[in-house]
């Protein structure tokens, strides 16, 4: 039988154990449109009738806060619907601190992501960037690529 995401995610949490952060607000509308009104909610108590659709301030802090000192970042999607202005505060907030980082290897894995960090104005603050979001993941997690794999053919 195969696993629920509620039991996988139960699981990785208990893995995890405090490693593991996530975010503590949310940002939040009952519709997906830019001029639709928003607000910031604690990430335990979204509204049944609204969607979570960026991270709030305090999730921004806690990130910075726990990439300072980072040696090596993986960043692999954005943090909201930063494509629409109300809900991108996030995306831009964690890429200024991770393209903040001194003395780290940032790479950005994911088509979203790697906009994201062009748009704002981030690209070269950057150690690598790819636009192969599942890609970058599965070659980090040691998956041979048979487009890599096709190269070394050669």
Same mark, same amino acid.
């Given at each position: 039988?195969?696993?629920?995401?509620?039991? +996988?995610?139960?699981? +990785?949490?208990?893995?995890?154990?405090?490693?593991? &952060?996530?975010?503590?607000? *949310?940002?939040?509308?009952?519709?997906? #449109? $830019?001029?639709?009104?928003?607000?910031?909610?604690?990430?335990?108590?979204?509204?049944?009738?609204?969607? =979570? +659709?960026? %991270?709030?301030?305090a999730t921004?802090?806690?990130?910075?806060?726990?990439?300072? @000192?980072a040696k090596? &970042?993986?960043?692999?999607?954005?943090m909201g619907?930063?494509? +629409?202005?109300?809900?991108?505060?996030?995306? %831009? @907030? &964690?890429?200024?601190?991770?393209? $903040?980082?001194?003395?780290?290897?940032?790479? %950005?894995?994911?088509?979203? #992501?790697?906009?994201? *960090?062009?748009?704002?104005?981030?690209?070269?603050?950057?150690?690598?960037?790819?636009?192969?979001? =599942?890609? #970058?993941?599965?070659?980090?997690? =040691?998956?041979?690529?048979?487009?890599? *794999? #096709?190269?070394?053919?050669?």
């Amino acid at each position: 039988a195969s696993l629920t995401k509620v039991e +996988l995610a139960k699981g +990785l949490l208990e893995k995890a154990g405090d490693k593991l &952060v996530l975010p503590v607000d *949310a940002v939040v509308s009952k519709e997906f #449109s $830019n001029d639709a009104p928003f607000h910031t909610v604690s990430a335990d108590s979204i509204p049944a009738d609204e969607m =979570g +659709l960026d %991270i709030g301030q305090a999730t921004i802090d806690l990130f910075t806060k726990e990439l300072q @000192g980072a040696k090596t &970042v993986v960043w692999n999607g954005p943090m909201g619907v930063f494509e +629409l202005s109300n809900f991108a505060k996030g995306t %831009i @907030g &964690v890429c200024e601190a991770i393209a $903040n980082l001194t003395d780290a290897t940032t790479i %950005i894995g994911g088509g979203d #992501s790697a906009a994201a *960090a062009m748009d704002l104005g981030f690209a070269d603050k950057f150690t690598h960037i790819s636009t192969g979001g =599942g890609a #970058s993941l599965e070659y980090l997690e =040691g998956k041979e690529l048979p487009g890599v *794999a #096709s190269i070394s053919d050669k």
